[in-house]
């Protein structure tokens, strides 16, 4: 069964440093992988995916995320980190060698931009 | 506006006590799920539908039903509901049959069962 990791539950960063979010995963077979982003009284968002192709994923709102098979990680980044960026960050997976498997979450992490 | 509707948002109800949480999404998709969302257990997947009277049981469907007459709606169907199904609730859905399309939520549902 396909499983992912987050194993910060809360990651603080000062505004205009870079940030980084970790997440692994666990699948059979090549992984569909994807970032969701969560704001205070509001449902999910997503902010980008991987396929296939080039490692490197660029998304919403400057984001981006790193596939890397050797590691199965797929962390997110952003050079710069503003206030507004304090959210609660999922990262979920998907196997197409599982069939109809739903997308599976990992517990989530806050991140706490502080000015 | 492409969307994903839920209604409530807010429910406060007591043990034993039926309820349905509605559910409704106006871009023609034809996969939608619930899931809840608990603190330190992030999403899990209470039923899935691929289609029309087309459904089936996520990871924690226990003590929920869920029916699937239209394209469009989605509704949860909680039968006797017990505090341990107190939770934020959320409605999903994507386009195609591919999973690589991300998935639309709603805003949520906070339920609290007494």
């Known amino acids: 069964a396909q499983s992912v990791a987050q194993p910060e539950d809360q990651v603080n960063v000062a505004e205009g440093n870079p940030l980084t979010v970790k997440c692994t995963y666990s699948?059979?077979?090549?992984?569909?992988l994807f970032w969701y982003v969560q704001y205070p009284n509001r449902g999910l968002q997503f902010l980008l995916k991987?396929?296939?192709?080039?490692?490197l994923v660029k998304g919403s709102y400057g984001f981006e995320a790193e596939f890397n098979k050797s590691q199965t990680s797929f962390h997110l980044k952003k050079p710069s980190a503003l206030v507004s960026d304090s959210a609660l960050y999922f990262c979920?997976?998907?196997?197409?060698?599982?069939?109809?498997?739903?997308?599976?979450f990992g517990k989530g992490t806050r991140l706490s931009v502080i000015a | 506006e492409a969307q994903v509707t839920q209604n409530p948002r807010y429910l406060i109800t007591v043990t034993g006590k039926k309820l349905t949480v509605t559910c409704s999404q106006n871009?023609?998709?034809?996969?939608m799920s619930w899931y809840r969302q608990d603190p330190g257990l992030g999403l899990r997947q209470i039923y899935y539908?691929?289609?029309?009277?087309?459904?089936d049981k996520g990871d924690v469907p226990e003590g929920y039903k869920v029916s699937r007459k239209e394209k469009r709606n989605f509704p949860l169907i909680l039968e006797s509901p017990s505090p341990n199904q107190t939770s934020l609730y959320f409605c999903a859905s994507r386009g195609g049959d591919r999973l690589y399309n991300e998935q639309f939520f709603g805003p949520g549902t906070r339920l609290t069962v007494l």
């Open positions: 979920a997976v998907s196997a197409p060698l599982s069939g109809n498997t739903p997308l599976v």
């Open positions: 871009m023609n998709h034809e996969y």
């Open positions: 991987y396929i296939t192709g080039d490692n």
């Open positions: 699948v059979s077979g090549n992984p569909y």
């Open positions: 539908s691929m289609n029309v009277e087309v459904t």
